[in-house]
C-alpha cells in the first residue's frame, strides 16, 4: 500500500521525511488505522474491538505466476511454529493471507509459557511475531476450541492450504505403580505453573513441606526445573514468572535436587547453555558419581573426538565438578582444559576431583537408573522412588540399558517427571502412538499409504471429505506436531521454513491453488462462523491491550509483566464501555500527507467516543486515534501503545482536538 502522491504536497514535506523508510512507516501506520478509500483499495481497517475489515482476495491474475495467486492459509496454533511458517508463506506469496488459530486469548505459545522465566533473550523472539501479526495481511483469531467453534473439515473447505501448528500438549508417562501419588507433578504442569499459563495457576506445589525433590530425565526442561529450585529467589523476582510462584519458591525448603537418568553422561539430552547455569548457581554443589563419569568417558572417547559438541558438553561438566571440589587446583583445571584443546577426550577422565558436599544447596546428576516404582507413605504422598541399576551395552552412540539386578532408592517430597510430551489427536488427523506426533514427508500429511513410511505411521483414520461442497485442501504440519517434542526455537525456525517450502512446491506444482468454490459462508467473515458457535475471538490488537495491562502490573512490582492467568481476566480490560485510545507518535507536519478528511474523521470518532454515542468496543465503532505532537525535530513514525482505562492519558487532552492541531 502507497498513499497517493495527490494526498501531500512535495514541496512542503520536511527533509528528514525523504527517505523511503519514513514513507513506509506512515504507509504501515495508515493501513492499520484508517477506514479504505478508493485510493487506498487495499487497507486492512482495525476497529477498537479488533475486527479486522480484510480487502478483497479477488487479484487479477492474468499477467502472474502460480506464486501471483490470492491464497488463503489457515494456521492452527500461534507459537514459534505457527509464526515462522506464516513469515515464510508471507514472504513467498506476496497477495498470500494468513489466519492464525489459537486455543488461548493469548499468543506465542512455547515462547512465552515454555521457555525459562530467566531466559529473556530467548523471549526476544516475540518481537518478530509481532511485526508478522502486525501485517494487514494476517489476522488472529484466539480464544477458539476445535471442533467446537470450528473443525477440520469446515477450516479445509474454506482454506486453500492449512497448517497444523499446537504443538504438544500431553505428557508421557512413566507406566510404573504410584506414579498417580499426591507430589508426583510433570516437568510440563511445574512450568506451565511458574509460566502462567492459564488453567494451572492452582497447581500449588508443596515445596515448604520437603528439602530434596527428584527429577526423572536429563533434558534442558530438566534442568530448568532444577534451576527454578535452586536458584536464589531474588533472581526470579525481577522475571516475568508469575508472582503466586515466585512467593512459593520464598517459603521452598528445597536443598537438594536430584537428576534420574535411565542413559548415560555421553547420552544426556541437555545442552551446553543449561548446564552452564547450573554450574554457576551460587552455594549450589555439583555431585556425581566420578568412578562412572571416568569411565564412561574413557570407553567413549573415539565417540568424543568423533562428536565435537558432546565433547564440549563433557568438557563442562568435568570443569564443573572440578571448580565445585575443595581439593581442585589452577594446574588440573589446566590439564583438563588442554586436554580438550588438543582433542584427547580420553585425558578428560583422570582429572576428575572427588566432590565436596558441604555446601548449602546440592545438585545430584544420576545415571544409569530406570524409574520401578513410586514409593508412598500412608496418607498416598510420595515418600521417594525405587530404582532399577542398569549397565550399558552395545556401542556409546546408542547402548541399552540391561538389569544388573540391583536397586537404588532416593528419598524425596517431590517427583517431578521430565521424560518428554505428545502431540494431542484432531479427529480426521492421522496420528503416530509411538512418537506422539502425526505423519508426514517434509510437513506434507500423509493421506494414503507410502512404502517409505515405517508402519506405525500407517495406522490412522484418513480424513474424511465433507458431505457436500468442495473437497479438502492439502494439509501441512509444522514444529513439535510435525517432528516430535525435540530441540529448540531455533531448530523450529528451519523446521516451519521446511513446512512452507514444501506448500511453495506443492502451488508451483498446482496442488495447491486458489479455490473459485469455497465452503459454508467465505473466509473473509470467518469471524462471524466463530462467533456463530460460541467463541468470542480475540483479536490480535486486542492482545496487546492485554499485554499493557500486564506490564502496568509488573511494572508496579518491579518486574517486566505480571502475567493474566485467569482467561476471565483478559475480559477486564476489553469490557464493553471502557473508552479506548490508541496513541500513535506522528510529526507535527501530519497534514502535509494525510488526508485533512481523515485528521477530521478521527476527531469527530473520538468526540463521539467521549460523548457516548459511539461504542469504541462494538464491531461497528472504531478506535480513537490521537495524533500526538511529537517534540522537536523527532519525526519517528510509529505505534506508542494501546490504552484502555477511564480516560485519555493526562497529557492529551480535548484542546487538542478543539484548536484543530
Given at each position: 500500500?502507497?498513499?497517493?502522491?495527490?494526498?501531500?504536497?512535495?514541496?512542503?514535506?520536511?527533509?528528514?521525511?525523504?527517505?523511503p523508510?519514513?514513507?513506509?512507516a506512515?504507509?504501515?501506520?495508515?493501513?492499520?488505522?484508517?477506514?479504505?478509500?478508493?485510493?487506498?483499495?487495499?487497507?486492512?481497517?482495525?476497529?477498537?474491538r479488533?475486527?479486522?475489515?480484510?480487502?478483497?482476495?479477488?487479484?487479477?491474475?492474468?499477467?502472474?505466476?502460480?506464486?501471483?495467486?490470492?491464497?488463503?492459509?489457515a494456521?492452527?496454533?500461534?507459537?514459534?511454529?505457527?509464526?515462522?511458517?506464516?513469515?515464510?508463506l508471507?514472504?513467498?506469496?506476496?497477495?498470500?493471507?494468513?489466519?492464525?488459530?489459537?486455543?488461548?486469548?493469548?499468543?506465542?505459545?512455547?515462547?512465552?509459557?515454555?521457555?525459562?522465566?530467566?531466559?529473556?533473550?530467548?523471549?526476544?523472539?516475540?518481537?518478530?511475531?509481532d511485526?508478522?501479526?502486525?501485517?494487514?495481511?494476517?489476522?488472529?483469531?484466539?480464544?477458539?476450541?476445535?471442533?467446537?467453534?470450528?473443525?477440520?473439515?469446515?477450516?479445509?473447505?474454506?482454506?486453500?492450504?492449512?497448517?497444523?501448528?499446537?504443538?504438544?500438549?500431553?505428557?508421557?508417562?512413566?507406566?510404573?505403580?504410584?506414579?498417580?501419588?499426591?507430589?508426583?507433578?510433570?516437568?510440563?504442569?511445574?512450568?506451565?505453573?511458574?509460566?502462567?499459563?492459564?488453567?494451572?495457576?492452582?497447581?500449588?506445589?508443596?515445596?515448604?513441606?520437603?528439602?530434596?525433590?527428584?527429577?526423572?530425565?536429563?533434558?534442558?526442561?530438566?534442568?530448568d526445573?532444577?534451576?527454578?529450585?535452586?536458584?536464589?529467589?531474588?533472581?526470579?523476582?525481577?522475571?516475568?514468572?508469575?508472582?503466586?510462584?515466585?512467593?512459593?519458591?520464598?517459603?521452598?525448603?528445597?536443598?537438594?535436587?536430584?537428576?534420574?537418568?535411565?542413559?548415560?553422561?555421553?547420552?544426556?539430552?541437555?545442552?551446553?547453555?543449561e548446564?552452564?547455569?547450573?554450574?554457576?548457581?551460587?552455594s549450589?554443589?555439583?555431585?556425581?558419581?566420578?568412578?562412572?563419569?571416568?569411565?564412561e568417558?574413557?570407553?567413549?572417547?573415539?565417540?568424543?573426538?568423533?562428536?565435537?559438541?558432546?565433547?564440549?558438553?563433557?568438557?563442562?561438566?568435568?570443569?564443573?565438578?572440578?571448580?565445585?571440589?575443595?581439593?581442585?587446583?589452577?594446574?588440573?583445571?589446566?590439564?583438563?582444559?588442554?586436554?580438550?584443546?588438543?582433542?584427547?577426550?580420553?585425558?578428560?577422565?583422570?582429572n576428575?576431583?572427588?566432590?565436596?558436599?558441604?555446601?548449602?544447596?546440592?545438585?545430584?546428576?544420576?545415571?544409569?537408573?530406570?524409574p520401578?516404582?513410586?514409593?508412598?507413605?500412608?496418607?498416598?504422598?510420595?515418600?521417594?522412588?525405587?530404582?532399577?541399576?542398569?549397565?550399558?551395552?552395545?556401542?556409546?552412540?546408542?547402548?541399552?540399558?540391561?538389569?544388573?539386578?540391583?536397586t537404588?532408592?532416593?528419598?524425596?517430597?517431590m517427583?517431578?517427571?521430565?521424560?518428554?510430551?505428545?502431540?494431542?489427536?484432531?479427529?480426521?488427523?492421522?496420528?503416530?502412538?509411538?512418537?506422539?506426533?502425526?505423519?508426514?514427508?517434509?510437513?506434507?500429511?500423509?493421506?494414503g499409504?507410502?512404502?517409505?513410511?515405517?508402519?506405525?505411521?500407517?495406522e490412522?483414520?484418513?480424513a474424511?471429505?465433507?458431505?457436500?461442497?468442495?473437497?479438502?485442501?492439502?494439509?501441512?504440519?509444522?514444529?513439535?506436531?510435525k517432528?516430535?517434542?525435540?530441540?529448540?526455537?531455533?531448530?523450529?525456525?528451519?523446521?516451519?521454513?521446511?513446512?512452507?517450502?514444501?506448500?511453495?512446491?506443492?502451488?508451483?506444482?498446482?496442488?495447491?491453488?486458489?479455490?473459485?468454490?469455497?465452503?459454508?459462508?467465505?473466509?473473509?467473515?470467518?469471524?462471524?462462523?466463530?462467533?456463530?458457535?460460541?467463541?468470542?475471538?480475540?483479536?490480535?490488537?486486542?492482545?496487546?491491550?492485554?499485554?499493557?495491562?500486564?506490564?502496568?502490573?509488573?511494572?508496579?512490582?518491579?518486574?517486566?509483566?505480571?502475567k493474566?492467568?485467569?482467561v476471565?481476566?483478559v475480559?477486564?480490560?476489553?469490557?464493553?464501555?471502557?473508552?479506548?485510545?490508541?496513541?500513535m507518535?506522528?510529526?507535527h507536519?501530519?497534514?502535509?500527507?494525510?488526508?485533512?478528511?481523515?485528521?477530521?474523521?478521527?476527531?469527530?470518532?473520538?468526540?463521539?467516543?467521549?460523548?457516548?454515542?459511539?461504542?469504541?468496543?462494538?464491531?461497528?465503532?472504531?478506535?480513537?486515534v490521537?495524533?500526538?505532537?511529537?517534540?522537536?525535530?523527532?519525526?519517528?513514525v510509529?505505534?506508542?501503545?494501546?490504552?484502555?482505562?477511564?480516560?485519555?492519558?493526562?497529557?492529551?487532552?480535548?484542546?487538542?482536538w478543539?484548536?484543530?492541531?
Amino acid at each position: 500500500m502507497r498513499i497517493p502522491r495527490n494526498v501531500y504536497r512535495a514541496p512542503l514535506l520536511p527533509s528528514a521525511l525523504s527517505s523511503p523508510s519514513h514513507f513506509n512507516a506512515v504507509n504501515r501506520t495508515a493501513a492499520r488505522f484508517f477506514e479504505p478509500r478508493p485510493v487506498w483499495p487495499r487497507i486492512a481497517c482495525e476497529t477498537a474491538r479488533g475486527v479486522v475489515r480484510p480487502f478483497s482476495s479477488t487479484v487479477d491474475q492474468s499477467s502472474g505466476g502460480p506464486k501471483d495467486q490470492a491464497l488463503w492459509f489457515a494456521i492452527v496454533g500461534s507459537g514459534p511454529a505457527g509464526f515462522y511458517t506464516a513469515d515464510k508463506l508471507l514472504s513467498n506469496f506476496p497477495n498470500a493471507r494468513v489466519d492464525i488459530f489459537e486455543k488461548l486469548p493469548f499468543p506465542y505459545g512455547l515462547a512465552r509459557y515454555g521457555v525459562a522465566p530467566d531466559h529473556p533473550e530467548v523471549k526476544n523472539v516475540v518481537n518478530k511475531f509481532d511485526s508478522i501479526a502486525s501485517s494487514p495481511r494476517v489476522r488472529f483469531f484466539g480464544s477458539v476450541t476445535f471442533p467446537t467453534h470450528i473443525d477440520l473439515p469446515t477450516l479445509r473447505s474454506l482454506y486453500d492450504a492449512t497448517v497444523l501448528s499446537y504443538g504438544a500438549s500431553l505428557d508421557r508417562r512413566l507406566g510404573i505403580p504410584g506414579e498417580d501419588a499426591r507430589g508426583v507433578l510433570s516437568a510440563r504442569d511445574f512450568v506451565a505453573w511458574y509460566n502462567g499459563l492459564p488453567g494451572f495457576q492452582n497447581l500449588n506445589p508443596r515445596l515448604e513441606d520437603t528439602d530434596h525433590v527428584a527429577i526423572v530425565g536429563h533434558g534442558n526442561v530438566a534442568l530448568d526445573v532444577a534451576r527454578m529450585l535452586l536458584a536464589p529467589v531474588e533472581w526470579l523476582a525481577k522475571t516475568d514468572m508469575t508472582q503466586y510462584a515466585i512467593e512459593t519458591f520464598a517459603r521452598s525448603r528445597v536443598r537438594r535436587v536430584t537428576l534420574i537418568g535411565r542413559r548415560g553422561p555421553l547420552q544426556v539430552s541437555f545442552t551446553a547453555k543449561e548446564l552452564r547455569e547450573m554450574l554457576t548457581l551460587p552455594s549450589a554443589q555439583f555431585l556425581v558419581d566420578v568412578p562412572l563419569l571416568r569411565r564412561e568417558i574413557e570407553q567413549g572417547s573415539e565417540l568424543l573426538d568423533r562428536d565435537r559438541a558432546r565433547k564440549r558438553l563433557l568438557s563442562i561438566l568435568t570443569r564443573g565438578l572440578e571448580d565445585a571440589s575443595s581439593v581442585s587446583t589452577k594446574r588440573t583445571r589446566a590439564r583438563a582444559g588442554a586436554a580438550v584443546a588438543d582433542g584427547s577426550a580420553a585425558e578428560l577422565a583422570p582429572n576428575l576431583p572427588t566432590p565436596n558436599t558441604a555446601a548449602a544447596r546440592s545438585w545430584e546428576l544420576k545415571f544409569w537408573r530406570t524409574p520401578k516404582a513410586v514409593l508412598t507413605s500412608a496418607d498416598g504422598a510420595v515418600v521417594g522412588l525405587e530404582l532399577q541399576v542398569t549397565r550399558p551395552d552395545g556401542p556409546p552412540e546408542r547402548p541399552r540399558a540391561l538389569p544388573t539386578g540391583e536397586t537404588d532408592v532416593v528419598e524425596c517430597g517431590m517427583l517431578v517427571k521430565s521424560v518428554g510430551y505428545r502431540s494431542e489427536k484432531l479427529p480426521g488427523v492421522p496420528y503416530d502412538e509411538e512418537r506422539g506426533c502425526v505423519p508426514n514427508v517434509k510437513g506434507r500429511v500423509i493421506q494414503g499409504a507410502d512404502p517409505t513410511i515405517p508402519t506405525p505411521f500407517l495406522e490412522y483414520l484418513p480424513a474424511p471429505a465433507p458431505p457436500s461442497g468442495p473437497p479438502p485442501t492439502p494439509l501441512y504440519v509444522s514444529g513439535w506436531l510435525k517432528r516430535g517434542p525435540t530441540g529448540v526455537i531455533a531448530s523450529t525456525l528451519a523446521d516451519a521454513h521446511e513446512t512452507a517450502q514444501s506448500v511453495v512446491e506443492d502451488v508451483i506444482a498446482g496442488t495447491v491453488r486458489a479455490r473459485t468454490e469455497r465452503g459454508a459462508g467465505t473466509v473473509e467473515s470467518v469471524g462471524d462462523l466463530l462467533r456463530a458457535k460460541g467463541a468470542r475471538p480475540v483479536s490480535f490488537s486486542e492482545w496487546k491491550v492485554v499485554e499493557r495491562e500486564e506490564e502496568r502490573k509488573g511494572a508496579e512490582r518491579g518486574k517486566v509483566r505480571e502475567k493474566l492467568t485467569d482467561v476471565g481476566e483478559v475480559w477486564k480490560p476489553l469490557a464493553p464501555g471502557r473508552k479506548a485510545c490508541v496513541a500513535m507518535t506522528l510529526p507535527h507536519e501530519v497534514d502535509h500527507f494525510l488526508p485533512r478528511q481523515a485528521v477530521k474523521g478521527l476527531r469527530t470518532t473520538f468526540k463521539e467516543i467521549e460523548a457516548g454515542t459511539r461504542s469504541p468496543t462494538g464491531e461497528s465503532g472504531a478506535a480513537s486515534v490521537i495524533l500526538k505532537r511529537s517534540k522537536g525535530r523527532n519525526l519517528t513514525v510509529a505505534p506508542v501503545c494501546v490504552m484502555w482505562g477511564g480516560g485519555r492519558d493526562g497529557k492529551m487532552n480535548n484542546s487538542f482536538w478543539d484548536s484543530g492541531k
